[in-house]
């Protein structure tokens, strides 16, 4: 019975140094949402001010904000990035009542604009904003899941900034550039290397993104993030869930403490219980954790944009 009791004090000890050895491992101070507590309920003892998801009216009169909902019609159309002249395939998104409405850049991922992708594109519009999907993987005839990275479509998505400009239905006199895995990549260099964040880009948001050169090396991959983060002026609003890969959540958390030191106005939220696709994965495979994430980081993306970007209706 002591063995049995001693066994059990040692596996209890393994258990809490595992969990110590965790929590020293993954550094917190960057998100904005503490998530991961382990062989403990979840808790966030932050004074209420700080706490950014508050809302008074909700917890103390019950009342739930009413989303934006907005039917959506899509369009196919091209334009040319005039870097080397490519023809770029794109979806537009838009709701269907007239009128017009604030833009936006969406960047897909290594998976390319594939159909569970292109929903993300109309979950944007259905809140009241004219979305610009570009497909740079068919521009240059790229498989989709690409291991290497191929800089000339940087250009091509660059170029998508003046084409959603130039649609009569956009409202907005800058864009804001939202994106996910790769794409956060491409909407970084549209950001800083293509210098629109002086002049057309009003603010980033980021699911999950790669924020290194794809084809940097590999040790460049874990233990670093690209320069170009650190020249990123615009607010950025970036979402991850809590089993995110290592590597990937390691460069994004480290990414936000030094954009946080260098007092850029920069936000990471990190979903408790998902990890990497929670918007985008499959029905046959997604948790109740995936919806709940799915649904709030979609309003808070509408929100942020909202904020950089104004609304030119009542109904925005």
Known sequence: MTGHFIGAVAALSLVAAAASA???ALPGAAADTVVGITLDQPSNTRPRSEKFWWDDD???RGLLPVPVNHTVSERALTYTNPDDGTEVPAMLYRPEAEGQYPG???????RGLDPLVRRLAVRLAARGFVVLAPDVYEARFLEPFPITHDPSAEGDMAAGVDALL???EVSSSKV???SHTRGGFYALRVAVDRGRQADAVACYVGFYPHLQDPNA???EQVYRYHPDVDALEIPALIFIGEYEQYQRRRSIETAVSFMKRAGRD???IIYPGVGRGFDFRDPSVRTFADDLATKDSNLRTADFI????GASCSEC
């Open 22 to 24: 965790q929590e020293t």
């Open 217 to 219: 090396p590999e040790p």
């Open 58 to 60: 909700w917890f103390d």
């Open 306 to 309: 909202r904020a950089h970007l």
């Open 166 to 168: 130039a649609q009569p």
């Open 176 to 178: 804001c550039l939202v």
């Open 104 to 110: 936006v850049l969406f960047a897909h991922g290594r």
């Open 266 to 268: 920069v936000r990471l």
